[in-house]
């Protein structure tokens, strides 16, 4: 590895080490740098930005972003606001380990499940889906597409290689299969659909109805007095 000289002509091993050599942060180090400070100014200058986009911790500690805050603490952003939004301190919302780990098939520990599927690389939809479908975490963590093959049976007992193919044979999008499972329907109702309930007049439309067939009847018995004022007149 390079060393790193300050501007004082000190070595460093790297630019890590000197940083915390000053008393900063890694992270501050290259942020000053990369906003166009000079070495003297990184090194030992204060911020000269606004402080509306720099953030410290209870000890004083100077961070670009409240993320690198939150990560240097080994937390996320998101629990950082959380915390903060229920008047919890600051020294306490940064140093308060984080309770509600999650773990994978192998043991490792992560702060949440998105930080796990990303780590595996899977998508969220997929890893629930294969969940629901009754694979094991392993499976769902670490299975390629298309490898995972599990038969199924329909409503009648039919039996299928995997859920796919009963899907396809039914013309059921998966997406439409698994919302109207989740929202409480029969398997049955799940690959054929619900029957639409033929919808009842409302009263409003009985009493029209009701007056257009009474209109109809007027108007047919006066044309049928009419008829028979005409013939009477003939007959005359």
């Not at 300050?6 to 890590?16: F, K, R, T």
């Not at 953030?55 to 500690?61: E, F, K, R, T, V």
């Not at 805050?69 to 308060?96: C, D, F, H, S």
């Amino acid at each position: 590895m390079s060393q790193c000289v300050d501007h004082l002509g000190n070595e460093y091993p790297s630019m890590a080490d000197m940083a915390r050599t000053y008393g900063l942060l890694p992270c501050v180090f290259r942020t000053r740098l990369k906003r166009g400070w000079n070495l003297q100014e990184a090194l030992t200058g204060r911020a000269r930005i606004n402080p509306k986009t720099i953030c410290y911790d209870h000890l004083g500690n100077e961070y670009p972003t409240k993320k690198a805050m939150a990560n240097e603490y080994g937390i996320t952003v998101a629990m950082l606001k959380n915390r903060l939004r229920r008047g919890m301190p600051l020294e306490e919302a940064l140093t308060q380990p984080n309770q509600h780990y999650v773990a994978d098939h192998l043991g490792n520990m992560y702060n949440s499940k998105t930080a796990m599927l990303e780590t595996y690389g899977i998508h969220w939809n997929t890893y629930s889906g294969r969940i629901a479908a009754g694979y094991s975490p392993e499976q769902a963590l670490t299975a390629k597409p298309g490898t995972l093959t599990q038969s199924v049976r329909d409503y009648k007992g039919k039996e299928y290689p995997s859920l796919s193919a009963m899907l396809k044979a039914y013309k059921v999008p998966s997406t439409t299969y698994h919302l109207r499972k989740r929202s409480g329907w029969t398997e049955k109702e799940c690959l054929l659909g619900r029957k639409k309930k033929k919808s009842r007049p409302s009263k409003v439309q009985i009493m029209e109805s009701r007056k257009r067939l009474k209109t109809s009847e007027i108007k047919a018995h006066h044309h049928l007095n009419a008829e028979s004022r005409t013939e009477t007149q003939d007959d005359i």
